[in-house]
């Protein structure tokens, strides 16, 4: 693994786990909406993807659709607009 994917991973794990472990502390609190629920299932994404990023990486270099739908997944609004 290089230098500059330990810190991605890194990163992600951190703002991952800071955002699941909120959500989890607001909802044991009895707190239950979609302003919890949306960053904790944000948070639950990056650990996972933190998780798996040398797998994420090999399946977007491996395949083609896999980079299209890569870099969809993390455009905000697509080409133009």
């Known amino acids: 693994m290089t230098h500059g994917r330990h810190w991605i991973r890194l990163v992600l794990a951190l703002a ?7 959500a989890v502390a607001l909802i044991s609190l009895g707190l239950f909406n979609f302003g919890i629920l949306l960053p904790g299932s944000i948070g639950i994404a990056f650990l996972l993807l933190a998780l798996w ?4 990486a090999r399946w977007r270099k491996a395949n083609r659709r896999g980079q299209w739908l890569w870099r969809a997944a993390w455009t905000r609004l697509p080409y133009g607009s």
């Open 53 to 56: 990023w040398d797998r994420v």
């Open 16 to 22: 991952g786990a800071v955002l699941t472990g909120d």
